[in-house]
């Protein structure tokens, strides 16, 4: 990896950085992940999670069956107790919520309706949809801890890319994501000082590796090689750091993502702070997805993390030395010709004003004033246009 010379970027005393965070995007997705975590499902290394979703998929199996001979069996003596017995097997199978809601949507039932009904009751409706299923096949996930529950139940021809398999992608870069390689789990941004400290223990409040029976999710971080790219209205150096996040769903609930960015800090509550050059792949489970995955999203992971910064920092330095308007005139034409309202024209040029101490000159001016106009944005929608926008402009300047 090319190492670039990161000026003025000595750790603070307090062991740390200062950083700008009024600039570039802030994403929440990762703090939404933290908030909602229980403690089972928060992990403190890259080898204790693999060693929890490697070991569940080893204990489990995957077969397609003909969902007319899937019998449904409910307890009269116990009203909530429904279970599956599958051809070939005469011991019946519990479903979990997860794959009860996947069999209904299947079948056409709706799920919620059922789960309030009687098991008996339920056990019939479930039982005509399965005999009448036009898809004729299920394909179904099937795990033993203990007892074996029915973990899912797909279309015949959904590409399942296992949990660990993406974990085991990450591994190769990553290492045991606790600083044994470059990438780790973050550190902390002081609110109160403006220091980002990339040293903290990881801890379950503090960790960003999380797995539950549904999915996996994990956010790490180059935060211990800061990059200049340009400098502040100050003088003192604006520095960024490297991130990724992914995700995935053996079971369906969700698709396979990979997210890579550059950053400039992350809080307590794991919010992302001033990211720039957000770069996003998504696979669903379809029947190609897992050789997508071989071929597609886990080598642009490795490239990301093995990739030298200096394309980024070109960009960042090009726009602030791009010049595109000089006068009042200039920059209201700039952005009207770009398809902002009067409104929006307005504030934006206001936005840079108040952050800056001056009108916005340079593309990378009015990048950091759409992108702080987007920060207030209460509509998700009207919130990511704008950050594209925001996007297209710092790619065409570079």
């Not at 116990?78 to 519990?94: H, N």
């Not at 069999?103 to 005999?131: C, D, E, F, K, S």
């Not at 203990?146 to 590409?159: H, K, N, Q, S």
């Not at 902390?188 to 590796?209: E, M």
Request: net charge negative; hydrophobic share 40%; glycine share 8%.
């Amino acid at each position: 990896m090319t190492n670039v010379e990161v000026l003025d970027a000595r750790p603070d005393p307090r062991g740390g950085y200062r950083v700008d965070v009024g600039r570039g995007e802030r994403i929440g997705r990762v703090s939404s992940e933290w908030f909602s975590r229980p403690a089972d499902e928060r992990y403190l290394s890259l080898s204790e999670l693999m060693a929890a979703v490697k070991g569940r998929a080893e204990r489990s199996r995957t077969r397609t069956v003909e969902s007319a001979g899937v019998r449904v069996e409910a307890d009269r003596g116990d009203a909530e107790r429904l279970a599956l017995v599958l051809p070939g097997s005469d011991q019946p199978i519990a479903p979990t919520h997860w794959s009860f809601g996947q069999l209904a949507a299947l079948v056409g039932a709706p799920a919620a309706y059922l789960r309030q009904l009687p098991a008996p009751l339920a056990g019939i409706n479930l039982q005509y949809g399965l005999t009448s299923h036009r898809a004729e096949q299920v394909k179904t996930l099937e795990t033993d801890d203990g007892r074996v529950e029915l973990r899912a139940v797909t279309g015949p021809d959904y590409g399942r890319i296992y949990d660990h398999e993406l974990v085991a992608a990450v591994q190769r870069i990553a290492g045991n994501g606790t600083g044994d390689t470059r990438w780790k789990v973050p550190g902390v941004l002081d609110w109160s000082t403006g220091v980002y400290n990339p040293l903290v223990d990881i801890t379950q409040d503090t960790t960003t590796l999380y797995a539950s029976d549904r999915d996996v999710f994990l956010f790490l971080v180059d935060d211990l090689n800061p990059i200049e790219a340009g400098r502040l209205p100050d003088g003192s150096p604006d520095l960024y750091f490297r991130g990724f996040y992914c995700w995935n769903s053996e079971v369906g609930a969700k698709t396979l993502g990979i997210a890579s960015f550059y950053l400039r800090a992350v809080c307590q509550n794991r919010n992302l702070w001033g990211v720039e050059d957000f770069e996003e792949i998504t696979i669903r489970h379809s029947k190609y997805a897992a050789s997508r995955f071989a071929h597609e999203a886990a080598p642009a992971l490795t490239r990301f993390a093995n990739s030298s910064p200096q394309p980024f920092i070109n960009g960042i330095r090009q726009a602030r030395e791009r010049i595109v308007a000089r006068t009042d005139e200039d920059r209201t034409e700039f952005l009207r010709k770009r398809g902002f309202g009067k409104a929006e024209t307005a504030k934006i040029i206001e936005t840079v004003l108040a952050e800056e101490g001056r009108k916005p000159e340079s593309v990378f001016d009015f990048v950091q004033g759409i992108t702080a106009v987007a920060r207030d944005k209460p509509h998700q929608d009207a919130r990511l246009d704008l950050e594209a926008r925001a996007k297209k402009l710092l790619d065409q300047a570079a």
